[in-house]
C-alpha cells in the first residue's frame, strides 16, 4: 500500500481520453472547506428517485483480496489469484454505491473513518495471448478437433442432437481452467481490479449523527453525509459520461475540519513501483503479473488559491 499525505479539502476527479491503443485517467482529489454558495449536506438527495442507507459501512472489507493485511502478500507469499467462489467484502457486495460510465467503474463504500473506493477500467483483463507460455498457448486449445467441425454442423442441420453433442463432449471440452489457480499461467483470464483508494478523515463514531449514504438517479450522483461534533460532512462522488471522469468532493461547514490522509492498495497480482514525480506528485507503474499489461496510477498535488487539489492520473 502507497500513502500520500496532504491536509486536502475535497474535490476527485477521474478522466479518460483514449489514443491509440492507451487509455489515459486522471484522478483529481480536492476537499472543499467552506466555499460561499455551497454548504454541507444542504440538499436532501433522498428526495425523488434514490435508494439510500442510513448506516455507516464497516471498514472490514478493506483489501479484501489480502484478508486486510496486505503487507504479509509479497515476494513469494503473492497470491495467483484475488480470491475465487465467496466474496470477503460482503459490504462491497450488497452496501455499497456503485458508479460508473460504461469504461470506468468505482464504488463508494461511505464509511465515517475513511472514505474506500474501489475502482477498474474495462481494459485491465489477466490472460490472453500474452502470458508466459506465448500465443499458441492460448489460440491452438482444441486446434487438433478443428476438422470435426464440419461434422458436427452436419449433425445439427440434420437434426442429429444426439451425434452433434457427442462429438462435441468428446472433442471440444477444454483443458482450460476457469479458475486462476487451476492452471499456471492462467490463459482464460478474468477481469481484475485497479485497486482501491482510502482517504482517512481523522474522524471516528462517537458524537456522530444524521448518517446517509445515498444513491441519487435523479443526479447521477453518490453522496455521503453525516454530522459530526456539530459539523455537517458531506462527500459527493459522479462519473460524467462525455467528460470520462469521476469526481469527488469532500466538504464540510466549518474551515479547518478536515484533515485527509489518501493512501492507494494496488492489484496483489501486479509488480509496481511507486516514484516521485517532481515536488507535487507521486507515480505507481506496475504490470499484471500473468500477461505484463502495464498500467499506471499518478498522484499529484495542485495548490490553488484557497483550495489544495490532488490530481492521480491513470494509464493501461
Request: hydrophobic share 35%; proline share 3%.
Amino acid at each position: 500500500m502507497t500513502t500520500f499525505v496532504q491536509t486536502i479539502n475535497g474535490l476527485l476527479i477521474l478522466n479518460n481520453d483514449a489514443t491509440t491503443m492507451k487509455n489515459f485517467y486522471f484522478l483529481l482529489i480536492s476537499s472543499l472547506f467552506l466555499t460561499s454558495g455551497l454548504y454541507a449536506g444542504e440538499t436532501d438527495y433522498t428526495q425523488g428517485l434514490s435508494i439510500w442507507f442510513d448506516t455507516p459501512n464497516t471498514l472490514q472489507g478493506y483489501a479484501a483480496w489480502y484478508g486486510g493485511r496486505p503487507d504479509l502478500w509479497k515476494d513469494e507469499n503473492k497470491p495467483v489469484t484475488a480470491g475465487s467462489g465467496h466474496n470477503l467484502d460482503a459490504s462491497w457486495e450488497s452496501q455499497s454505491l456503485p458508479i460508473g460510465n460504461g469504461s470506468l467503474g468505482a464504488n463508494i463504500m461511505g464509511s465515517v473513518e475513511a472514505e474506500r473506493i474501489t475502482f477498474n477500467e474495462k481494459t485491465l483483463w489477466r490472460g490472453g495471448p500474452n502470458t508466459a507460455k506465448g500465443a499458441d498457448y492460448y489460440w491452438n486449445v482444441n486446434k487438433q478437433s478443428a476438422h470435426l467441425l464440419d461434422e458436427i454442423r452436419k449433425a445439427f442441420t440434420e437434426g442429429d442432437q444426439k451425434k452433434a453433442e457427442m462429438l462435441t463432449r468428446q472433442n471440444f471440452n477444454s483443458e482450460v481452467s476457469y479458475e486462476a489457480d487451476g492452471e499456471n499461467p492462467f490463459r482464460f483470464g478474468s477481469f481484475t481490479t485497479m485497486g482501491e483508494f482510502y482517504v482517512e478523515t481523522g474522524l471516528n463514531m462517537i458524537g456522530m449523527s444524521d448518517y446517509k449514504r445515498i444513491l441519487s438517479l435523479d443526479s447521477a450522483m453518490a453522496v455521503v453525509q453525516f454530522k459530526k461534533d456539530r459539523v455537517a460532512y458531506q462527500r459527493n462522488f459522479f462519473i460524467s459520461y462525455p467528460a470520462n471522469v469521476m469526481v469527488v468532493r469532500f466538504s464540510a461547514d466549518q474551515s479547518g475540519k478536515q484533515n485527509l490522509v489518501f493512501s492507494y492498495a494496488p492489484n496483489p497480482l501486479s509488480t509496481g513501483s511507486m516514484v516521485s514525480d517532481g515536488n507535487k506528485g507521486l507515480v505507481y507503474t506496475a504490470s499484471l503479473d500473468n500477461n505484463g499489461m502495464k498500467y499506471v496510477v499518478r498522484i499529484q498535488a495542485e495548490k490553488k488559491q484557497k483550495e489544495e487539489h490532488c490530481v492521480m492520473q491513470m494509464e493501461s
